[in-house]
């Protein structure tokens, strides 16, 4: 299961979106928690749109470093909680929280949803 959720961001730093895609169920979210003055905001991202923006990305420029995971296993259900700190090549751009829900599919695991928080402030070590 922690093998499906890194090859995620393996196949963003190679910006190869077929490798994005053989770890996402064909219905997978994205969903971004964005809060301000205390309000938080759900946004939504298009699952293909995100693709198509990793695809165009110069190899090696989205690094998505994962401090921390958590992973939680019920039958063919699973969550992960990872810490992350993101940078585009070399500049920290961002930090927060990546959770992400898989489900085992033919025996392989599915990333169907996945949601962050962003933040550039209150950051682990950037």
């Not at 959720?5 to 190869?16: N, P, Y």
């Not at 019920?74 to 829900?101: I, K, P, Q």
């Amino acid at each position: 299961m922690r093998e499906t959720v890194m090859t995620l961001f393996d196949g963003m730093e190679k910006s190869d979106g077929d490798v994005l895609r053989s770890v996402l169920d064909g219905n997978a979210t994205l969903h971004t928690v964005r809060t301000a003055d205390e309000a938080a905001e759900l946004v939504e991202t298009d699952m293909n749109e995100f693709i198509e923006s990793v695809e165009e990305a110069e190899p090696g420029s989205l690094i998505e470093e994962i401090l921390y995971i958590s992973v939680n296993v019920d039958g063919a259900l699973a969550t992960a909680w990872m810490d992350y700190h993101f940078y585009r090549g070399v500049e920290f751009s961002h930090c927060g929280v990546n959770t992400m829900n898989l489900i085992k599919k033919g025996g392989d695991w599915k990333i169907f949803s996945i949601v962050d928080t962003r933040r550039t402030e209150d950051c682990l070590d950037e």
